[in-house]
Each structure stands twice: as C-alpha cells, then as structure tokens.
C-alpha cells in the first residue's frame, strides 16, 4: 500500500448508530489531518494532529470523536450522527515541522450518508 | 476564510492549454501560493506550488506576477482527465503540519 488510504470507502449509518471511519497512512510523515466536504460546500477542517497530539479542532461537535493512537494511523469516530452530516470525509497527512513543506497528501475519502 | 479569488468556471477544449487565474492581492512576504485540484469525489491532488518565481513541474507551471499579488496556473495541453476543481491556496511559510483553507475553486471543463 503507499500513500494514504481510508476505510470504509462508502459507510450509510442510521441515526443511532455507532461507526469508524479508519484512515492509514504510509508515507512517513507526523501529521495528520481529517476534513469534511459537504455537498456544494468548500473543504472544511475537522481536526489536526501532528505527532499524534491534537493541535487543531474546528469547532466540530462532540458527535465526531477523533483518535490518532499512532502517527501513522487516524480514527475518526461517529455516534448518533444527524442526516444534515453525510458528506465525503477526508483524510490527509503531511510531514510538520519542515519550514516551506505544506504538500498535503489526501486519501481517497469515504463517503457517508446517514439515515 | 480563503485569502484568494478564483472564477468560479472555465471551460477549454482538448489540447489547447488552460489557463486558470487567482488574486491573493493580500499575500504576506512568507506566504506561498499553493495549487491543488479535485477530480470529481476524489481527494484533492497536489499540484505545484511557488513563492515569487514561476514553476514547473510534470503537471504544469505556475506564473506568478511581480508584485505576488496574482498568478495562473498552465495546463499547457489540457486533456478530459484534467476535468476537476483547481484550487488556489496561499499560506505561510512556516504553517507546516496546519490545515489548508480551501475556497470555492474554478471548476475546469475541458471537452473535445
């Protein structure tokens, strides 16, 4: 496998549901990133780690629920998720700490509809 | 919110290069200025990037005007696969490991 790869690709969930969205990345670097992309919306940040400790939180609700045990793998979990919520969820990883380096490496996205 | 300014559509035919602009007149001396694009629910891609001298790379170049307060992204021979979203991205030099702000986009259009 290289690059960053994300699991499950398709996830529907009710409303009740308690699901994870898993993203693994073999590039090597320390940073992590989880955005959401809504329909006709821009890309909006989620959450940040970089060397698995969380640096970033864009106001997201307590609903989503994220989890970086190492700084090669995110977790992103979801519990009683509203309909308003289906969106293609993001994943990204780039190598912190390098001055001017800011390429970020994205997966392919799982995309979620919530019943 | 994003820090530039893109069409919000472009369309070019197969072959002929693409030409896609973006105004950051507000970009700061440590600012770069960021190109990626979003084939259609796909993640987004990177493609190039540059501080004040124009870029080239296997995907396409990157011009940039004098004062940095605009540039343009060439795909020089556009193809259908080049159909996506470009986006125009600046951000600080030292804002490794910091999310990007992505806006709108220009959706390209390339047909034959």
């Known amino acids: 496998e290289t690059g960053v790869t994300q699991t499950p690709r398709h996830l529907v969930m009710g409303m009740t549901n308690k699901k994870s969205l898993k993203c693994e990345q073999h590039?090597?670097?320390?940073?992590m990133y989880w955005y959401k992309q809504s329909a006709k919306k821009p890309l909006e940040l989620m959450f940040v780690y970089n060397f698995k400790e969380q640096t970033e939180n864009n106001s997201v609700p307590s609903r989503f629920s994220p989890e970086c045990p190492n700084s090669s793998h995110l977790f992103l979990h979801l519990h009683t998720l509203q309909p308003e919520d289906s969106a293609l969820y993001l994943c990204a990883s780039s190598q912190a700490g390098l001055a001017g380096v800011n390429e970020q490496f994205f997966g392919p996205g799982t995309r979620l509809t919530v019943l | 919110d994003a820090k530039t300014t893109q069409p919000p559509s472009m369309d070019c035919a197969e072959g002929r290069a693409a030409n896609l602009p973006c105004n950051h007149s507000t970009i700061s001396g440590n600012e770069y200025v960021y190109w990626y694009r979003q084939i259609h629910s796909q993640g987004p891609q990177y493609i190039i990037h540059g501080l004040k001298n124009n870029e080239t790379n296997e995907m396409a170049s990157l011009i940039i005007t004098e004062d940095r307060k605009s540039s343009t992204l060439i795909l020089p021979h556009a193809t259908l696969r080049d159909t996506a979203v470009y986006y125009c991205?600046?951000?600080?030099?030292?804002?490794?490991?910091?999310?990007?702000?992505f806006g709108k986009g220009t959706t390209l259009s390339v047909s034959s």
């Open positions: 590039l090597g670097h320390n940073a």
């Open positions: 991205i600046v951000r600080d030099f030292n804002q490794a490991g910091t999310a990007l702000i």
